[in-house]
């Protein structure tokens, strides 16, 4: 008997600007990811190819059937839809998804749709500097709604955003070009505030238009150990999940900041601007499940905010932290984990502490929409991808997920990152997650040929039986 239910989801994932290419082709606009991606292109691929998805998208979704996938999660380009991002919608974007969408069902696969994946389009950078307006907010319930009413009667798992909590603390991914820190982290702020009022009003608005419609956020989990049993680093552990996650899961659930995110906001002197009515929206809000992203653990020691700073924060960059942030901790390495070469800690047993950990917090269902192992795979003479790295990793964190549902978890499916290769966000095509092969390199497209890797055999089995043969 496996531990898994009858209806478990087993599926992969993507993103968009990630996969698609077909960059600026029938009048899709340019997104915030294609710009960032366009700096880099003299060094690594960019987002105008990508995994050439735009004209591939038929024979992928042959090869997700033959995987035996009942859910795909991908993200439509808001770009693509709206291209300058709050005008005119263009037929041929809204088209395109059709067929992808009509395709998958067709094929026994169940269209799971994130809204925005990292893309803003990037008119409304250049218009309002994207989400630091609040106009930015009604572009997006604007599109929301497009989309829901294209596509709902087909699409029933919604997920507004990929990853808010990360989004907001890469400035490239949100425009934020202000050097000075305390400024940076007031539009900061304000860009969080709008996101999570555009995240209530478009899930008001799925339970409004799609006829059962299921919608809900993914978020990028953090599971942080402290590095000694100094309560001091419990509590800088406890501190980097709690301003980096859980803060966003509260706002979500219960739609207002805690008292330790506000008191963080006050003492910074950031409180973005609240209006009147704000409340109400947020408080309809709630989604219907939570999926999380998870691919690694942390761990970190206490590391004292600065007292010349004062509003008693400071503010770390370089290498000390895996990203901006302020005070409190040091991201620090867990000897008793193995990092993959591009650093993460890998950690099977920090999934079942995340999904045990959220479970008991907010009691919703949840899935996970990204899991997976980036490598710089080689095609082999022998014409295929030898990845048992990959495997292992996928085992032991799918078996970890079958003793989360023992521990009485209500986990609905898991879905890893990634289908087949894509753009990686820093390391472009060097650094693979996929199933399924892409023959590219960064600067040479190569016949962009489809193959499967040896994970994609081993997965369909662990799909065939419902995750038995893991037993
Ligand atoms: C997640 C993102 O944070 O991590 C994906 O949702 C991303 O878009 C993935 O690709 C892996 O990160 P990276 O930097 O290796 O591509």
């Given at each position: 008997?496996?531990r ?18 077909g ?7 340019m997104?915030?990811a ?10 690594q ?8 998805f ?12 033959e995987?035996?996938?009942?859910i795909?999660?991908f ?55 994207g989400?630091?307006d609040?106009?930015?907010?009604d ?14 009667d ?5 997920q507004?955003t990929?990853e ?19 400024k940076?982290?007031k ?24 006829k059962?419609?299921?919608?809900g ?7 942080t150990?402290p590095l ?33 995110y ?19 929206i ?5 989604p ?15 590391l ?21 942030q302020?005070?409190?901790c040091?991201d ?28 008991s ?10 899991n997976g ?21 996928i ?9 989360a549902?023992?521990?009485?978890v ?10 087949e ?14 199933f ?10 190569k ?8 994970s994609?055999?081993?997965y369909q ?8 043969v893991?037993d």
């Open positions: 008997m496996s898994f239910p009858e209806t478990f989801l087993w599926g992969a994932s993507s993103s968009a600007f990630q996969i698609e290419g960059w600026d082709e029938d009048g899709k606009g997104t915030v294609d710009y960032n991606s366009f700096k880099r292109s003299d060094r691929a960019d987002s105008k190819v990508a995994s050439d735009y004209h591939h998208w038929q024979e992928d979704i042959a090869l997700m059937k995987l035996g996938m009942q795909y999660r993200s439509l380009s808001w770009a693509r839809i709206i291209p300058d991002g709050d005008g005119e919608v263009n037929p041929k974007g809204v088209e395109f998804y059709h067929r992808v969408i009509d395709c998958l069902i067709e094929n026994g696969i169940q269209p799971f749709v994130t809204l925005y994946h990292f893309d803003l389009p990037y008119a409304l950078v250049e218009k309002y500097n989400w630091e609040r106009r930015c907010i572009a997006f319930v604007k599109y929301a709604e497009v989309c829901f009413k294209e596509y709902g087909q699409v029933k798992y919604w507004v990929n808010q909590n990360l989004m907001i603390r890469v400035d490239e991914r949100m425009n934020i070009n202000e050097p000075d820190p305390w940076a982290d539009i900061r702020a304000a860009m969080d505030y709008h996101m999570f009022l555009a995240h209530a009003r478009a899930t008001k608005l799925c339970h409004e238009i799609v059962d419609g299921k919608i956020p993914a978020v990028s989990s953090t599971c150990y000694t049993n100094k309560p001091e680093d419990v509590w800088a552990a406890k501190m980097n999940d709690y301003m980096k996650t859980v803060y966003c899961l509260d706002m979500h659930y219960y739609g207002k900041y805690s008292g330790l506000m008191r963080y906001l006050k003492e910074r002197d950031i409180v973005p601007e609240m209006l009147e009515g704000d409340e109400e947020l408080k309809y809000g709630r219907d499940y939570i999926a999380f992203n998870y691919y690694r653990t942390l761990c970190a020691s206490y004292p905010a600065d007292e010349e700073h004062p509003a008693g924060m400071r503010v770390y960059r370089g290498n000390e932290v895996d990203f901006d302020y005070g409190w040091r620090e390495r867990n000897t008793n984990l193995q990092a993959s070469e591009y650093g993460a800690q890998i950690d099977p047993m920090g999934l079942r502490i995340v999904l045990n950990d959220y479970w917090r907010y009691h919703l269902p949840m899935i996970i929409t990204e192992l980036g490598m710089a795979d080689t095609l082999t003479e022998d014409g295929k991808v030898h990845d048992p790295y990959r495997i292992d990793y085992r032991e964190h799918i078996r970890a997920c079958g003793d549902i023992e521990d009485g209500e986990l609905m499916g898991y879905s890893p990152w990634s289908f290769d894509l753009l990686s966000s820093h390391q472009g095509f060097r650094k693979r997650y996929g399924v092969y892409i023959n590219r390199e960064d600067m040479d497209l016949d962009l040929a489809r193959i499967k890797k040896d994609y055999y081993w089995n662990v799909i065939k039986t419902n995750g038995e893991l």
